[in-house]
């Protein structure tokens, strides 16, 4: 069966620093792999995605993300903060085989400091 | 493309009572999917259509719970005998058929509160 853990229910960083989010995964397929973000009062949008292929994927808003089978991981960074990336992040596995649910983790709150 | 549409988009009811929610996806969308997010919680899947079928449901969903797609266009989720646990965001998703899992599009969900 397929799951998502999210390491760190709230992270905080200062404008400027690194953001690392991390995510690990567990699917018995290959799995396709989706980062989403919810700004407050508003539905979840996609940031990015990993299907096949290259395994650093680019999304929006200088996001990006690395697949690392070995490590059944998929963290979410970004050089630079900003304060307008403060949101609730989403890590998500489907399978994709048998079955196109999508199974969402737990979420990471990110702050932004001035 | 209008986005995902999701009505009411709050409602309050007494426990006991039975509520419904909608949600237009966008049009050109085959499959559909209901979610239920409560707070400090990633969204947790309920249930799934592709076109009219109802493909796959939460086996952790209760009985009270039930999900139509009638025409393969708007669906609706209905909960009998609601219950104070059944607060929660109720939120929709749409997506097209394509090579494997794509994007989802969620609307902005219906609150439910449950008295």
């Known amino acids: 069966a397929q799951s998502v853990t999210q390491l760190g229910s709230h992270v905080s960083v200062s404008e400027g620093a690194l953001v690392l989010l991390r995510c690990n995964y567990s699917?018995?397929?290959?799995?396709?792999l989706f980062w989403y973000v919810q700004y407050p009062n508003q539905g979840l949008q996609l940031l990015l995605k990993?299907?096949?292929?290259?395994?650093l994927v680019k999304g929006i808003n200088g996001f990006e993300a690395e697949f690392k089978k070995s490590e059944t991981s998929f963290h979410l960074t970004k050089p630079s903060a900003h304060m307008s990336d403060a949101a609730e992040y989403f890590c998500?596995?489907?399978?994709?085989?048998?079955?196109?649910?999508?199974?969402f983790g737990t979420g990471t709150r990110l702050k932004v400091l001035a | 493309d209008t986005g995902v549409s999701q009505d009411p988009r709050h409602k309050i009811t007494k426990r006991g009572q039975n509520v419904t929610f909608r949600c237009d996806p966008i049009?050109?969308?085959?499959?559909l999917y209901w979610y239920r997010q409560t707070l400090g919680q990633g969204p947790e899947f309920l249930t799934y259509?592709?076109?009219?079928?109802?493909?796959?449901k939460s086996r952790l969903l209760s009985d009270r719970f039930s999900a139509e797609r009638p025409k393969g266009s708007f669906s609706t989720l209905e909960i009998q005998r609601t219950e104070q646990g059944d607060s929660a965001m109720y939120l929709c998703?749409?997506?097209?058929?394509?090579?494997?899992?794509?994007?989802?599009?969620f609307g902005e969900g219906s609150r439910l509160t449950v008295l």
């Open positions: 998703a749409s997506s097209r058929i394509g090579v494997g899992p794509g994007e989802l599009f």
């Open positions: 699917s018995s397929v290959p799995p396709y």
């Open positions: 990993y299907t096949t292929g290259a395994t």
């Open positions: 998500a596995v489907s399978e994709g085989s048998g079955t196109y649910k999508y199974i």
């Open positions: 049009s050109e969308h085959n499959r």
């Open positions: 259509f592709q076109n009219e079928a109802q493909l796959e």
